[in-house]
């Protein structure tokens, strides 16, 4: 995904609706290249114009919508394609048993609970770096 040796990696962050601290300065001290975006509709357009090695998304339970059940599941259907990339969810505990049936069908590299600990963040990105 980084194109050459020596590029810095790339991380996506979706930012819907945060309540955690801001992981940005994070992701930039472990050498990542970071485009921070706050739509699934926007992350979209992100994964358009260039694929990321990571990414770093919520998840949100929706119960009204009539094909899916969180903001997620387009962007994981999408993300099928490139198996390399490393999705890192952040998800409500109150909804565990709803991101369980999601993590069954796609591919989540680590997927950590409300309330964020900055930490995790950390240890799972170095396990990604690898």
């Known amino acids: 995904m980084a194109g050459n040796p020596g590029d810095a990696p790339r991380l996506l962050a979706i930012i819907e609706l945060g309540g ?3 992981l940005v300065p994070l992701y930039r001290s472990l050498g ?3 485009e921070q975006v706050t739509s699934q509709r926007k992350a979209q357009a992100a994964l358009k114009r260039r694929i990321p090695d990571v990414v770093v998304a919520e998840y949100n339970f929706q119960s009204d919508f009539r094909d899916r059940t969180s903001n997620l599941e387009t962007l994981m259907a999408g993300l099928q394609r490139y198996p390399d990339v490393k999705v890192i969810c952040l998800y409500p505990r109150d909804f565990r048993h709803k991101f369980a049936t ?3 069908r ?3 590299f680590v997927a950590i609970p409300f309330p964020v600990d900055p930490d995790e963040v950390e240890a799972a990105l170095r396990r990604a770096l690898g």
């Open 106 to 108: 796609f591919a989540i």
């Open 20 to 22: 955690y601290p801001n």
């Open 102 to 104: 999601l993590a069954k």
């Open 32 to 34: 990542f290249e970071v």
